[in-house]
Structure formats: C-alpha cells, structure tokens
C-alpha cells in the first residue's frame, strides 16, 4: 500500500490546558492484518472531555493514557482487509480504535455498522456512545417525568442536547445552559428547548435559573461542574435526581476547587445525585440503540456534528471542545472512504 501511515501519541501529561507539546505525530509502516484481524482505514475520529482526565496520571474509571502510547477513542473506519470470519473489504466498522490513518484490530473489537440507515458519524454520536450516555443517564437516573422540570449544563454539547430532546419527549420543561447566543438560539428554535441561559453573559445565574425554572428543578443533567451547578443545585425540589455525566469545567485546573457543600441541599430534598459512566450499561445498549434509532427515524431528534477536516488538525479539534467551539458532536475527518 503506498498511502502514507501516521499515529498520535502523547507524550507528556498535560499540566491545565493540553497544548500541542503534549502530543507528537509520528510516521509508521501500514501494518499487515494476521490471521482474525482487519486492516482499518480510519475515516473518522470522535474527541471527547473525558480523554483529558486520562491524559492525568491518576485513579478514574478507567486507567490513564501511557507516556509514548497512541491516544485511543472512538473511530469509524472502512476495512481495506480481511483476514477475519464476517468481515470484508468495504465494510463500515465502529470500534475503540487508536488515532493512526492505518491499523489493524481483531473483529472482536470492532462492529460492523449500516452507513445506509443513518450516516456513518452517527455511530460516534446519536447512535453512539454519545446518544447512549444521554439514554441511560436521563432515564435509568434521572427518571423524567411530565411536567417536571429538566436542566441541563453543557446543553449545546453532544450529550446536552440529545438529554434536553428525549425530556421534551417525556414531556418536561426543558432549560439549557450553554455559552452563546447562538447555541441558546439554537435550542429553543431547533431542538424545542423551553428556555436557555448564557452562563457567560448572565450577571446572575441563581436569579436567571429562578426566572426560567419557576417551579424549581426537579433533573439536573450534569456535564460541567463547578459554579455553574452550584447555581442548579440551590434550586432543587424535593426527591430532584441528579445525574452527574461529566466535570468539563474542572478537567484542566492544576488545583483541587473548593464548592460549597452540597449535602445538606440534598439531605433536605431527598435528593439523588449519581455518577455513571455508559459502559455501566453495556448489557442494555440494544435497547437504547433501538429507541434512539426510532425516534431519529420519525424525526424526534435532531443532532448536530461540528466536523474538523484533515488528521493533522486533531489536536486542535479536542483542544476545541474547552473553548466552547463546538455545537454537538466533536468530531475529525481524516479520509474518505476507499471503495465507494
């Protein structure tokens, strides 16, 4: 094969924000698939918040990034070969796959997917890990109900916004917190959001949260942390369920942040505040595959891809996701497909 094959890899631990010296681009033969495993052209990859708490060397779900190791993620790619039992040249898989433009995996790692239902991005995002972590986290934790109350930090975010959807099919108020004009716009003329606040030009979170939530919150989706949850947190009604998805807010500080304490504010509610991760619920993906993938086809939900052309311009594309560049999902296009 005579493409060229390149892989990224970190190098260093972050210390606050990641810059382009934590990471090296490194050239690499193209690898020959053995026997059960398929050669992968990766036509895209997703990135994500939570690959910045593995760049730190410390305990979380799942072990940390190694120094002078590829970064590895979500990847849709095309098989160029196959060596494996139902996979063939041309076929569209899905896996956690490292970030080079060539690799080989066995099948078990990846899943073959149907670029003729939906788009092939959706499986790195509504059909994805990202419509799923929205699925069970509202409804396994959150446990929506009409007429409730549902809000949303990072609702402009991949997640936040398939969360605020499905509450709007449940048949809740919904209010988003994102960080522009345009993204709030977005919400409520695009997605049926109730309400939307800019936290980075509201003076008052707490009295814009009072306005816009008038009978109290009864969900808080959390994907941000910080100040501005402590804002959500004031206004809780009793037996309020929050599910906690993600800290964006505090992945890049270099000192530990010191909120006010929240248990008393739950103790008084009743309230459940929850951690979780997706693959909690891997046994039960199917099931949320299937009603996410139904409600996309009768036009229930929409979503969003904020996609960043070329392989060399990766790191940039995930250094974006802190700046509040993207609307939806994160994601880079490295090549197109070969066979078609």
Partial sequence: MSENNQQILLVQRPQ???????????????????????????LYLSVDPYMRGRMS????????????QPITGGVVGEVIESKATGLSQGDIVVGMLDWKKF????????????????????????????????YFGLLDIGQPKAGETVVISGAAGAVGMVVGQIAKIKG???????????????????????AAINYKTTPNL????????????????????GEISDAVLSLLNPFA?????GQISLYNLE????????????????????????????????????????????????????????????????????????????????AEPSMR
């Fill in 241 to 245: 369920r929050i599910p906690i998805c």
């Fill in 103 to 134: 690799q080989t995996a066995s099948a078990k790692q990846v899943k073959k997917i149907d670029p003729t239902v939906a788009p092939m991005t959706t499986a790195l995002g509504i059909l994805g890990m990202t419509g799923l972590t929205a």
């Fill in 206 to 225: 707490v009295k814009a949260l009072k306005e816009t939530c008038p009978n109290g919150v009864d969900v808080y989706f959390d994907n941000v942390g």
């Fill in 16 to 42: 606050g924000m990641p810059t382009e010296a934590d990471f090296k681009w490194e050239d690499i033969p193209v690898p020959q698939p053995a026997d059960g495993e398929v050669l992968i052209k990766t």
């Fill in 172 to 194: 809740c108020r919904v209010v988003g917190i994102a960080g522009s004009e345009k993204k709030n716009e977005y919400l409520i003329n695009q997605l049926g959001f109730d």
């Fill in 255 to 334: 000192n530990a942040n010191v909120g006010p304490r929240i248990q008393p504010l739950l103790l008084v509610n009743k309230a459940l505040m929850k951690g979780f991760i997706v693959s909690d619920y891997a046994e039960r993906f199917g099931e949320g595959y299937r009603q996410l993938a139904e409600w996309l086809q009768a036009g229930k939900l929409q979503y969003e891809e904020n996609i960043v052309d070329g392989f060399e311009n990766t790191i940039q594309a995930f250094l974006g996701l802190f700046t509040g560049e993207n609307l939806g999902k994160q994601l880079v296009k490295v």
């Fill in 57 to 68: 060397d410390r305990k979380s779900y799942v072990p940390p990034y190694e120094l002078n």
